[in-house]
Nanobody, 125 residues
Framework: QVQLVESEGGLVQAGGSLRLSCAASVHTFSRYAMGWFRRAPGKDPDVVAA????????YYADSVKGRFTTSRDNAKNTVYLQMNSLKPEDTAVYYC??????????????????WGQGTQVTVSS
C-alpha cells in the first residue's frame, strides 16, 4: 500500500509563492508517475500538474502554466509543487497522487490510484 503525506499549505497574498511537498512510502518511487490535483468547494477535482517517474516529462494545466512547477527527488521519495504568482482562483484543497506504476505521464484523475490527505491553500486578494 502506498502512503502519501503532504506538507501543510497556507495563506498567501495574491502574487505570492508557496511550495508544497509530498512524501511517498513506496520502495520503488521512480516507477510511479505523480500528479497534483486541486478541488474547490462544490467542484470536481482538476488536474494541476503531473510528472513522470523519472522526472523527465511534465504536464501542466493551462491555468497554471508558467506559474507552477512540479519536480521530484527520487532519492528522497518526494515530489514538489512550486507555486508562484498565485491568484485568488488558485484557492483550493491540493492533493498529490500516485498512479499504479502503469502510465508514463497520466493527467486524468481516474488514472491515479493513491492519494495524499489534501492540504488547504488560500490566496487572498
Amino acid at each position: 500500500q502506498v502512503q502519501l503525506v503532504e506538507s501543510e499549505g497556507g495563506l498567501v497574498q495574491a502574487g505570492g509563492s508557496l511550495r508544497l511537498s509530498c512524501a511517498a512510502s513506496v520502495h520503488t518511487f521512480s516507477r510511479y508517475a505523480m500528479g497534483w490535483f486541486r478541488r474547490a468547494p462544490g467542484k470536481d477535482p482538476d488536474v494541476v500538474a503531473a510528472i513522470s517517474g523519472s522526472g523527465g516529462s511534465t504536464y501542466y494545466a493551462d491555468s497554471v502554466k508558467g506559474r507552477f512547477t512540479t519536480s521530484r527527488d527520487n532519492a528522497k521519495n518526494t515530489v514538489y509543487l512550486q507555486m508562484n504568482s498565485l491568484k485568488p482562483e488558485d484557492t483550493a484543497v491540493y492533493y498529490c497522487a500516485a498512479d499504479g506504476g502503469i502510465y508514463d505521464l497520466p493527467y486524468n484523475v481516474r488514472e491515479y490510484a493513491y492519494w495524499g490527505q489534501g492540504t488547504q491553500v488560500t490566496v487572498s486578494s
